[in-house]
């Protein structure tokens, strides 16, 4: 089976591609680059081809399949930057992978200890040796009562660990998952959370159905001085009703690893570039807010997992089974 590989990534990913190639017998083709028209013809002569969040659109999912592509592989869980639907009208298959749950979970509970702990204005504080008290004081987790929502493998593995923290968690999921009975109450609306929570996580993949789920409406709902947590996806949150709850006061804090339109903005070196993100700049700017370039997963397990599961997923596929990874619908 022949394998190309766009956004090889040398420093981390090469030694998990040249590992699990060889143990799978996969011939790979690499391009650091992510995938786009200019480049899509180095694909041409194999038969599936791995990503990363680089937007693959309607045309580009055409392209692909003009030149024999069998399934787009994406190195990623969220699948959001590929245009399904036009890979279900051309017939091209499209996968994901999966990794350990405990990277994104850990992750979470830093930034909700950070957010709590008003850490971001402590250490800009002391970089300054300004070590004063007033307006750093923080607040105890098990104070909180927290409202986890999508309670997949991440969010069973954020419910465990904020269990230790002795607080009241509350959970929504439209799947109910009997391990997170042990630690948290599922409610059966979503807007239960919204009101009784002082911090609300969320751990669900992005659709057209919750795209700004949290919204002005959402944020009206909820106590003043919430904390939101968002290390899923930034199309969950609408950015600019965020600022103004931010503004008015009715966010708390905030801890952010992703935003919306991240697309073609990290993993890359741009210190020498003026960004046109507006609502990112005014982010950063609030004491209260963390913002992190969508660093949740990375970890020298997940890199590992993220790698191996690509290549199984197209060695499945071309050997006619079962694909645990093959994306087949927004259920």
Not at 17 to 22: A, G
Not at 162 to 167: H, I, P, Q, V
Not at 311 to 328: R, V, Y
């Amino acid at each position: 089976m022949k394998l190309f590989v766009y956004s090889y990534r040398k420093f981390d990913e090469d030694e998990y591609f040249q590992k699990f190639s060889r143990e799978y017998g996969v011939e790979l083709g690499i391009c650091y680059q992510g995938p786009s028209m200019e480049n899509a013809h180095l694909a041409e002569g194999y038969d599936y081809i791995s990503i990363l969040t680089s937007k693959i659109d309607a045309a580009l999912v055409r392209k692909f399949r003009e030149l024999g592509i069998k399934m787009i592989s994406t190195r990623t869980i969220g699948y959001d930057h590929i245009d399904l639907e036009a890979a279900k009208e051309c017939g091209m298959k499209v996968s994901n992978v999966t990794y350990s749950p405990e990277c994104v979970a850990d992750y979470t509970m830093l930034l909700i200890l950070m957010s709590i702990r008003n850490m971001k204005r402590i250490c800009q504080r002391a970089e300054i040796n300004d070590f004063s008290l007033p307006g750093i004081q923080g607040k105890e987790l098990h104070n909180f009562t927290v409202g986890v929502i999508g309670t997949g493998k991440i969010g069973q593995a954020v419910i465990r660990d904020l269990s230790g923290f002795g607080c009241k968690i509350y959970a929504y999921d439209v799947y109910q998952a009997e391990k997170v009975k042990k630690y948290a109450e599922y409610v059966d609306n979503i807007h239960e959370i919204y009101q009784k929570c002082d911090l609300i996580t969320l751990h669900m993949p992005l659709f057209e159905s919750n795209f700004h789920m949290i919204d002005e409406s959402a944020l009206s709902q909820m106590k003043d001085g919430v904390v939101l947590i968002n290390t899923a996806r930034g199309g969950l949150i609408d950015t600019k009703a965020l600022i103004k709850g931010l503004e008015s006061g009715k966010v708390g804090a905030a801890g952010l690893d992703v935003i919306e339109d991240e697309f073609g903005l990290y993993y890359k070196d741009l210190k020498a570039q003026c960004l046109r993100k507006h609502d990112l700049s005014i982010l950063r700017a609030f004491p209260n807010v963390v913002v992190t370039p969508h660093m949740a997963f990375y970890t020298d397990q997940a890199v590992s997992d993220m790698v191996k599961h690509s290549i199984l997923s197209c060695c499945l596929n071309e050997q006619g089974e079962e694909n645990p990874w093959e994306i087949k619908g927004e259920s």
